[in-house]
């Protein structure tokens, strides 16, 4: 017999979450680790001094670890509960991912200005390799999700008293 509170929750949006937030942190630490800390190439915040850029990545790669662990918390419970939909949550990771890259690449660098993926440089190979890769992460992320819009996972299409 299933609680009330089971019957409400809905995997799929549970699924969908879950891999959002984990697609959008683990976009953040990978920016963060290649273009940040190996290639040096920006800072989070590139208006101020160096140390206020190290300062700005802390928080920024705080935050992508607080949306990857969050994801996996969710991910976690939904495993715990047989509600794991992998090609949804799959869906998740890829639209967050993208969402988070093509955010980064028009609003932080070109609305706001807080940092460019380089400088000194002819950015507009950069901004458009950036921004197309973003374009195709959400574009298969929205596939896969669409795709999985009707599913339900295995132990749900199971009777109850079985």
């Known amino acids: 017999m299933s609680s009330p509170l089971r019957e409400r929750r809905s995997p799929r949006r549970r699924n969908l979450v879950s891999g959002l937030l ?3 942190g683990l976009a953040a630490f990978v920016d963060e680790v ?3 800390q190996l290639l040096q190439w920006h800072h989070f915040y590139d208006r101020s001094t160096t140390s206020v850029g190290l300062f700005s990545d802390g928080l920024f790669h ?3 670890w607080f949306a990857v ?3 996996l918390f969710l991910f976690a419970d939904l495993r715990r509960w047989h509600e794991t939909l992998l090609k949804r949550w799959t869906g998740g990771v890829l639209l967050g991912a993208g969402a988070f890259q093509l955010y980064d690449g028009t609003v932080q660098h070109k609305l706001m200005g807080l940092h460019q993926i ?4 002819d950015l507009l190979v950069y901004d458009t390799v950036w921004n197309v890769i973003a374009v195709l992460l959400i574009v298969a992320g929205a596939f896969l999700t669409y795709r999985t819009r009707a599913a339900v996972p295995r132990e749900s299409t199971a009777p109850a008293d079985a």
């Open 22 to 24: 984990f697609g959008i």
């Open 34 to 36: 290649i273009f940040h």
């Open 62 to 64: 705080a935050f992508g």
């Open 69 to 71: 662990v969050a994801g």
């Open 118 to 121: 380089r400088y000194e440089v």
